[in-house]
């Protein structure tokens, strides 16, 4: 059974930090690329970073390139996003995922992601 468990989320001020986990079952983990998403009320769900099992990372750089650090623990089948200087713009749910095997040129799409957590809310207030 595949599973990914966000933890982390709250409510922050703007300009404060969040750090959000994805813990993820063992076989789930190994050798995938891993993925953070969000999706804000009334939007459709929005890519935010991916990182390889190389630590090579991927990022939406229009929102969050600058701010936002994804990186993972092998060992303890774990990916994070620490967020810094929040906004409130970046208020969602805030979603992981498991990336099907195939081209990284596909990385920001949903749909080359087959497994995702539950989501954790971020809300950042003004």
């Known amino acids: 059974q595949v599973q990914l468990v966000e933890s982390g989320g709250g409510l922050v001020q703007a300009g404060g930090s969040l750090r959000l986990s994805c813990a993820a079952s063992?076989?789930?983990?190994?050798?995938?690329?891993m993925g953070w998403f969000r999706q804000a009320p009334g939007k459709e769900r929005e890519f935010v970073a991916a990182i390889d099992w190389s630590r090579i990372t991927t990022y939406n750089s229009d929102s969050v390139k600058g701010r936002f650090t994804i990186s993972r623990d092998n060992a303890k089948n774990t990916v994070y996003l620490q967020m810094n200087s929040l906004k409130p713009e970046d208020t969602a749910v805030y979603y992981c995922a498991r990336k099907r095997r195939g081209p990284s040129a596909q990385i920001g799409t949903m749909e080359s992601y087959d497994y995702w957590g539950q989501g954790t809310q971020v809300t950042v207030s003004s």
């Open positions: 063992g076989r789930t983990f190994s050798g995938y690329v």
